[in-house]
């Protein structure tokens, strides 16, 4: 848990403002009325997220007109004043509030799974230092530098946000962290139970999610599936722990059932084959050879090479041909269809309705 002290900090008017809503039994819709303001306005400044201008606490002294002149704007520059001196105390930049808003995203990801060391009624302050704590930086600046460690492979066309990136790896920690495995990492009881894993594509996601997670942490392997974020462009993670057990995130970035599927065997297949140093972050978009040959482990796993290649040979790619190959093969598909559109065989319109979408729930 993250402690913070703010004792000296001045409530945001905002507060004071519910409270004497709450005192004369007025409704912010009443109040929104009253002062010719939207309901939402209202609402942002209530909940510390919108300050009070000059104007709207003029129009507040109307509606509250036993105060003085005065009194909100005054309540305003207290807080501005408070806020000021809180930032200065503890080293707040204008690049680190910066910063927070380009993490809005993983920040509400978090705050929606009910942690502690971050929610909706801290101030920006408030937040930058938890996020410090959380991302182990003295300043939010220097999370670059930090996360320098970390293998991520990209081309010149992909887009990376650092910050957000950073932000995610941590957050894959940090969620893994708290899954209990008490088997230490077995690569050979991995690879008796790759037909098991296979088998969980024709199940339903929300129970094969729950049986993968079981079969890998016997493996010692601590599994989970964690949201991805615009400006950080993953799809896999891994990491290898000193305590002889590895840590292995997925997203479902792109929502398709096939993509997610094949990220798992490309993931377990850096495993298997032994290609796990320090912290791995796999957006698939570079071409090297432990990337081709996890990828030939991934398309291995789920079909036979040589029942394929006669299939696509054969040249019959109607839907129930390609029903027909799956059904042989055990698996979806959604599966065939999808290496046929990553091969070229199949436009990738083509039967796209067919491929199960994973949609994200919180």
């Known amino acids: 848990m993250v402690n913070l002290n703010f004792q000296n900090q001045v409530e945001h008017p905002g507060k ?4 004497m809503l709450k005192s004369v039994n007025m409704s912010q819709k009443e109040l929104a009325i009253r002062t010719g303001m939207t309901e939402k306005h209202i609402s942002t400044v209530i909940n510390g997220s919108r300050d009070i201008s000059l104007d709207f606490s003029k129009k507040l002294e109307y509606v509250f007109n036993n105060v003085g002149d005065g009194y909100f704007y005054n309540l305003q520059l207290k807080y501005d004043e408070s806020k000021q001196k809180q930032e200065e105390k503890n080293g707040i930049t204008e690049n680190e509030k910066n910063i927070l808003k380009q993490l809005k995203e ?3 990801y978090i705050i929606d799974r009910g942690q502690d060391f971050i929610n ?3 101030t920006d302050v408030e937040k930058i230092i938890g996020l410090r704590k959380f991302l182990k930086v003295s300043n939010l600046e220097l999370i670059p530098l930090a996360s320098n460690q970390t293998a991520f492979r990209k081309n010149k066309n992909t887009t990376v946000n650092q910050y957000v990136l950073s932000m995610w790896i941590q957050i894959c920690e940090y969620y893994t962290s708290k899954i209990e495995c008490n088997s230490n990492l077995n690569i050979e009881l991995l690879k008796t139970k790759l037909m098991d894993i296979r088998n969980l594509m024709n199940k339903n996601i929300n129970e094969a ?3 993968l997670r079981s079969i890998l942490l016997d493996c010692g392997i601590i599994f989970d599936i964690v949201q991805n974020f615009k400006g950080a462009p993953v799809q896999g993670f891994i990491k290898n722990e000193s305590n002889n057990k ?3 995130c997925i997203t479902i970035r792109g929502k398709r059932a096939d993509s997610f599927w094949f990220t798992v065997f490309h993931e377990i297949g850096h495993i298997v084959n032994g290609d796990v140093e320090g912290v791995k972050v796999d957006t698939y978009t570079d071409i090297n050879e432990k990337e ?3 990828n030939e482990f991934a398309s291995n796993l789920v079909m036979n090479k ?5 299939f696509v040979n054969a040249g019959d790619y109607t839907l129930n041909s390609i029903k027909r190959f799956s059904k042989q093969q ?3 598909h959604y599966m065939t269809i999808g290496r046929m559109q990553k091969d070229g065989i199949l436009e990738y319109n083509q039967y796209y309705n067919e491929i199960p979408q994973y949609i994200w729930s919180k």
Do not use: E, S
């Open 16 to 19: 004071i403002l519910a409270l």
């Open 106 to 108: 993983p920040i509400d």
């Open 120 to 122: 909706t009624t801290m």
């Open 209 to 211: 999610r729950k049986m």
């Open 246 to 248: 590895i840590l292995m």
């Open 292 to 294: 081709i040959k996890a």
């Open 306 to 310: 040589n029942d394929y290649q006669m």
């Open 330 to 332: 055990n698996i979806p």
